[in-house]
């Protein structure tokens, strides 16, 4: 299996916007226990199911689901936990590297966050002038934790 | 949306083992929370994924996708919360209604279930001799209930 390397940081500035390329982002979760999660995602008219396990060492289960958006609406709407995670994600390209900035909306309306995946640990790479702090390992910050801890009740 | 009335009773003897036509069923949870349940399922060589609210009057949200068995398997194996329920489950017809018959196994063996899905409350239908008390509406036999609770810790 490949592991995937994931940098994740704060967004200090809005000048990522200049990209025409994004979506309306709507996730939620059907658990949100530590042994596993079941996420619901819609985006740019897809639905998709997603089931991670724990992260154990440097690997974790993952299964993805395509899904009709119409169920997945269905379950944000009715069967998900409150709230629901609701973001704008932007595709940006800086550098010869592939970055997403999520914009946050609702109850974590203030938080922007920006993603890099590399290849391995040692992979160098540019920072845009408006990536800030970096945030790959506080837990704070995980999707699943803005339910129920949102942005802006910190 | 059709409401499918199901009628659920104990069985009282092994003589529904007439039928050839049954099959191995796995299936796990990946969350058992009161408002919502994430099944996973195996059996005949196929995986499905169910999601089901909590029952509202009559109605239930309920989706379910037909997934790769063996990914239906590792979801069992290595994610579902312990114990994984297993059992045969037994197709039958008597006197022109279908039934099914689960015959529990590992933490539950000694649980023989049957069940009839009915048009109606009022419809008429014949008992099996080996169909015994009704338990549709005991908590205890939900299978979700079941992995907390397994029958031979009754």
């Not at 658990?31 to 985006?43: A, C, P, Q």
């Not at 309306?109 to 790479?125: D, S, V």
Request: charged share 30%.
């Amino acid at each position: 299996m490949a592991t995937e390397i994931e940098k994740k940081f704060l967004v200090t500035s809005d000048k990522f916007k200049r990209t025409k390329n994004k979506a309306l982002f709507r996730q939620g979760y059907l658990s949100i226990d530590f042994e596993r999660t079941v996420r619901v995602r819609s985006y740019d008219g897809q639905g998709f199911l997603t089931i991670k396990g724990k992260t154990r060492s440097c690997t974790r289960e993952e299964f993805e689901y395509n899904i009709p958006v119409h169920e997945a609406e269905r379950m944000l709407d009715k069967l998900c936990v409150r709230p629901i995670i609701e973001k704008i994600r932007y595709f940006l390209t800086y550098e010869g590297c592939k970055w997403i900035v999520d914009e946050f909306l609702g109850v974590n309306e203030g938080l922007i966050t920006a993603e890099i995946e590399l290849e391995n640990e040692a992979q160098i790479f540019a920072k845009p002038e408006w990536v800030g702090n970096e945030i790959t390992y506080d837990i704070r910050y995980f999707n699943s934790n803005l339910v129920e801890n949102p942005y802006k009740s910190w």
